[in-house]
């Protein structure tokens, strides 16, 4: 008999107890960020989606050589003129229902000082069919055969 | 003289076994777990736990992948802490390699696991009050974990698939303030542990829900190669940090906890217990990081000599094993992956045997299992 109240008052002991570590909680600012109003800051190293600058890429398949899942494709220009390939793409595909978001296609671009392929901070995106998944960049290859043709025959000597 | 015919009261009762399909779709098997019950009213006879359901073979991908490749799908074994499944990675193919990593990087790693353990360790005590039947532990525990996510995602750039640690050291340095933002954080954590406690640890309901509940005896969790805190919730002092020491783990102070029966209660306070000893190492490492560069100088196309390694850490939820054999290519030949988590969902079978029905939910999270690495 002395056991059952026994209980019963332990047990409401730690009943208040515990109310008493939420009670302190609930007079305590809000840790919670309500989301679409406002945003976090994502830090400086933050992966996000990949983001492709057709111009400065060399076109030197480093990044499909290191991506684990093989989302990344790509096709070197090759100019109609002489048929050689030169540092140039001309389309480069990320398939961002594969893409890890691991960064090392990055760490293998070897374009200074901005890397060709890099993570961007973007990270609300959204699909609604797996054919917008592929991401195809496509190098407009007519203002550098029409504005510097002597640009691209000095990259070929 | 006729027979007298005695009536056992109750003997007519149509009484049969019955089998219980326990998952894969239950909230409280914390994944695609199937757990085939038998029970008689309400006490189990036989339990056949039965995994498979998330197997992606990644010990088969591991074969055309290259070894920096594969650190990409080390995080998605154990994915709440992928630090120690990127470490075990590095440290088998470091093996292999025979790299030395410098000081600074291996007490960088030190740090990110053990906030790792710490941000699982947490996940656990959430999980498993809603298992019991406490909500809001889970609520503390969460926003915990959330500060150790940040601090991972301004380390790393990412909040659950680190890719950090790296063959040969870490992916980059600490970012500036790093070491002070983590240094508050302890301190913040330090007062929350009473509160855990009050919310749980001492709770009569909870203690009555778990104490006496699913004991593993001594020799059962030897004979079943139990690690981890539910081999040292039996009262076996096995730890690899102390045992085996990698990563000059010999350098820090720290007790490796124990409990006295092994039921689930002590596996509970096991955790709790290594929470605040992973505090005190994080501590240890900041206030004596070496200066200097973390990364040792690594091959550009990583090709290790033929010949085979066997590497293994205390993981949070115990020995994680890399076997790694290779033919001399980019790739390896075999790994295998020894998964605490999967060796010590085994002992389920026997534990259960002889339980109410209503404790299999309590038994089941204490194990403290992650379906990603039961199932590889």
Known sequence: MINYFKTIYQVSKALLQGMAVTGRWLFQPAITVQYPDEKLTPPERFRGTLVFDKETCTACNL?????PTACISLEPYVD??????????????????????????????????????????????????????FVKWKRDPSPVIADTPKDTGTKAA | ???????IPGSDFQTEEMILNLGPQHPSTHGVLRVVLKIDGEVITAAQPDVGYLHRGTEKLAENRTYPQMLVISDRWDYLSAMSNNLIWCLAVEKLLQIEVPLRGDYLRVIMVELNRIASHLVFFGTYGIDIGAYTPFLHAFREREKILDLFEEVSGARMTYNYIRIGGVMADLPEDWIGKCRSFLEWIKPRFVEYDILLTENPIFKDRTQNIGIISKEDAISYAITGPNLRGCGISFDLRKDEPYC????????????????????????????KESVKIVEQALDHLPTGVPNAKVPRIIRPPVGESYAQLEAPRGVLGI?????????????????PSFINLTILQKILVGMKLADVVAILGSIDIVLGEVDR
């Open chain 1, 63 to 67: 990044c499909v050589k290191a991506c």
């Open chain 1, 80 to 133: 109609p003129a002489t048929q050689k390939r030169i540092a140039k793409v001309n389309w480069y595909q990320i398939d961002f229902g594969k893409c890890n978001y691991c960064r090392l296609c990055e760490e293998a671009c070897p374009t200074k000082p901005i890397k060709s392929v890099r993570h961007s901070h973007d990270y609300e995106w959204s699909m609604k069919e797996r054919s917008e998944m």
């Open chain 2, 1 to 7: 003289m006729a027979t007298e015919l005695i009536r």
């Open chain 2, 248 to 275: 000059h783990y010999q350098d820090f102070k720290f007790d490796v906890p124990t409990g006295k029966q092994g039921d689930c209660w002590d596996r509970y306070w096991v955790r709790i217990q290594e929470m």
């Open chain 2, 323 to 339: 076997y790694c054999l290779s033919a001399g290519e980019d790739k390896p030949y075999r790994v295998h992956v020894r998964a």
